[in-house]
C-alpha cells in the first residue's frame, strides 16, 4: 500500500474483444495445445518466452516477459464467470457492471470514482483515454474526463469570457436535454459539461509541464498510454485511468492479427512503465489488463471463436509478481463447449484491486464477497 503523501493510482487496460488466453499464456510442456493449435497458431517449444517450466508467454510479448522476471507482473489464470453468454456486448457488460444476472445499470469504475471522491470535488479523479466512455465508467452523478486526443482536449478553455462559456455550456444542455429528456437528465448533462470544462483546464496547465526522453511509437495504444503518463505525471490528482485496445476478436488471419497487438501493448506498456520510473512516479501505480472472455481451445483453421476462461494481468512495483490462481484443466472431457472453463470469478480480482490497493470496501461495488486472488504485495 503506498503513503498518504502518494495516494493509489489504477490504470486499467481493456484489451477488446476476447483475447486468446491459450496463445497469450501458453502451456508449452502440455500435449492438448499442440492437438487442439494445430494451424500457423501453434507457437513452437523453443519459440515460448518461458516464465517457469510450464508456462510462457506468447513470442511478442517480449517486454512483458522481462517485467515479470523482475517480479513486477502477476497473472491471474482461469478468471471470468459462470454460464458465459459468448457475446461481446454482453459479456462487455457484465464485467462492467458487475451484474452477470441482470443489465447492469452503473458501472464499477464509476462507482470506484464516487467512493474516492464522494464529493465531486476534482472533475479529473477519473480519466478515460478514448473515444468513447466504457460503461464501467459511468454512474449517474459521477463525472469522468474523456480524452480522445490529449493534443486538442480542452480546446474550448480558449474562451475566456465567463459569460460566453457559460452559455455554450446552456446550449449543450439544452440540446441534449430536449434529445433525450429534461429534469435530472438535463441537470446531469449540464453539470458533466462543466465538469469536463474544469477538467479541461487543469489537464492543460498541468500537462504543460511534461518533458520525457522516451520515444513512444505512434500507434493508439502507445499515444493513449503516453497521455495516462502525462496526465499523472502532471501531478492532478487523477486516482483511476481507462484506456483500451482491440480489436482482440480473431475469428480468421489471427497470427497476423494477434502478433501485431501484442507487440504493440508489450511495447506500450514497457514504454510507460520507464517513463514513470524516469519521472519518480511509479511506485504508487498498479496497471491491470483483462478481456471479456478468451477464445475456443481447438483452433479453426485460421482464427480462434469466442471462448470463456482468460487471464488478467497486473504490473507495477506493488505487484505479487507470479502466478495466481490455477490454469484451467485443458483436457477435453474438462471443458465446456469446447472453452477452458473459468475457476475464478472477475469480482473477486477486482476487490483484490479495490481492497487491498485503493483501501475501499469492494462489497458494494462489486454487488457481493467474492475470492480474491493475492497479487498486491502486502
Not at 43 to 65: E, F, N, W, Y
Not at 206 to 214: A, F
Request: negative net charge; aromatic residues 8%; proline residues 5%.
Amino acid at each position: 500500500m503506498t503513503s498518504i503523501e502518494t495516494p493509489p493510482v489504477v490504470v486499467v487496460l481493456q484489451l477488446t474483444g476476447g483475447n486468446d488466453y491459450f496463445n497469450s499464456v501458453i502451456p508449452y510442456t502440455d500435449s492438448n495445445y499442440y492437438d487442439n493449435r494445430r494451424s500457423a497458431l501453434q507457437i513452437a517449444q523453443d519459440d515460448v518466452l518461458r516464465l517457469d517450466d510450464k508456462l510462457g508467454l506468447h513470442p511478442t510479448m517480449g517486454p512483458l516477459q522481462e517485467i515479470y522476471q523482475q517480479g513486477d507482473m502477476a497473472i491471474i489464470h482461469g478468471v471470468g464467470y459462470q454460464n458465459s453468454p459468448r457475446s461481446h456486448f454482453r459479456s462487455m457488460d457484465i464485467w462492467h457492471t458487475c451484474e452477470p444476472d441482470i443489465v447492469g445499470t452503473e458501472g464499477w469504475v464509476g462507482r470506484t470514482i464516487r467512493d474516492l471522491d464522494p464529493r465531486g470535488e476534482n472533475p479529473v479523479t477519473g480519466v478515460n483515454i478514448g473515444q468513447a466512455l466504457p460503461r464501467a465508467l459511468v454512474v449517474p452523478g459521477v463525472s469522468v474526463a474523456s480524452v480522445a486526443d490529449l493534443s486538442t482536449y480542452g480546446l474550448l478553455t480558449n474562451i475566456e469570457e465567463e459569460a460566453r462559456r457559460t452559455k455554450i455550456l446552456e446550449r449543450f444542455s439544452n440540446m441534449y436535454g430536449q434529445a433525450i429528456g429534461t429534469g435530472a437528465v438535463k441537470e446531469y448533462l449540464g453539470r458533466t459539461g462543466l465538469d469536463a470544462m474544469k477538467g479541461a483546464d487543469i489537464l492543460k496547465e498541468g500537462l504543460s509541464r511534461y518533458s520525457s526522453s522516451i520515444e513512444y511509437a505512434s500507434d493508439p495504444i502507445a499515444k493513449s498510454l503516453r497521455d495516462v503518463a502525462m496526465i499523472h505525471t502532471a501531478d492532478v490528482g487523477t486516482r483511476v485511468f481507462y484506456t483500451q485496445h482491440g480489436s482482440f476478436d480473431t475469428h480468421a488471419s489471427q497470427p497476423a492479427v494477434f502478433d501485431k497487438l501484442w507487440t504493440e501493448v508489450s511495447n506500450a506498456i514497457s514504454d510507460f512503465w520507464a517513463d514513470l520510473r524516469e519521472h519518480d512516479a511509479d511506485d504508487n501505480v498498479l496497471m491491470f489488463l483483462f478481456s471479456e472472455f478468451g477464445r475456443r481451445v481447438r483452433d479453426n483453421g485460421s482464427g480462434t471463436d469466442h471462448g470463456a476462461a482468460g487471464a488478467c494481468f497486473a504490473i507495477g512495483p506493488s505487484v505479487a509478481g507470479g502466478m495466481h490462481s490455477e490454469y484451467p484443466q485443458t483436457r477435453s472431457e474438462a471443458l465446456e463447449q469446447g472453452d477452458l472453463v473459468p475457476n475464478l470469478d472477475f469480482r473477486g480480482v477486482y476487490s483484490t484491486i479495490l481492497e487491498d490497493w485503493l483501501g475501499l470496501d469492494a462489497v458494494p461495488i462489486v454487488n457481493g464477497h467474492f475470492e480474491k486472488p493475492g497479487f498486491v504485495a502486502a
